[in-house]
């Protein structure tokens, strides 16, 4: 059985929790909550999202409403490794990039907030030469089982703070998208 995150998340985590409501049968209390979609993110009553929502922006909201607490260590200035090739970009181009790189015996290393970017919110692919269709989280699938193949650092939920740029080298300033994710797999 698949289930939802915000499930998952109630199961291994004891301060989250998870309910499902059947608006048909509460209609006053949809209606009050201002539910226009599903799923619904509700805390303390109130209403922080409604729809599809990506795991990143969700982390951002829950943030926003709830606060963070800081973490024992801190995610500045954490030496992540020195690259030949950084790529910026988790979509099609940037894959092929980090590909092409380690291809040639590059360093490299893949900076991305989500892998295969807009691609994942893409329904149908059919101007992908050779590929007759396809979906977006199939291509983005596909496309990290390509990159695995290389030996390609990535490093998701990121995003480039600053770029560096000076003539004996480069630096890359990047940190994790939430606070809650310090040091993302």
Do not use: C
């Amino acid at each position: 059985m698949l289930y939802r995150p915000s499930i998952r998340w109630a199961l291994v985590h004891p301060d989250f929790e998870h309910e499902m409501i059947d608006g048909s049968f509460v209609p006053q209390q949809i209606e009050s909550l201002g539910i226009q979609g599903v799923p619904s993110i509700i805390a303390d009553s109130k209403l922080l999202h409604s729809g599809r929502i990506s795991f990143l922006d969700l982390i951002v909201k829950l943030e926003a409403f709830f606060g963070t607490i800081a973490a024992n260590t801190s995610s500045a200035n954490i030496d992540l490794g020195a690259f030949e090739v950084v790529v910026i970009g988790g979509g099609p181009a940037g894959t092929s990039a980090a590909i092409y790189s380690a291809r040639k015996g590059l360093k490299t290393a893949l900076l991305a907030e989500r892998f295969g970017g807009q691609v994942q919110d893409t329904k149908g692919i059919e101007n992908l030469i050779s590929i007759p269709y396809t979906e977006g989280p199939e291509l983005a699938a596909h496309l990290r089982e390509h990159l695995t193949a290389y030996p390609v650092t990535l490093f998701e939920q990121r995003r480039v703070a600053k770029v560096d740029i000076k003539l004996d080298t480069n630096e890359l300033a990047g940190k994790p998208i939430s606070k809650w994710l310090k040091n993302p797999p």
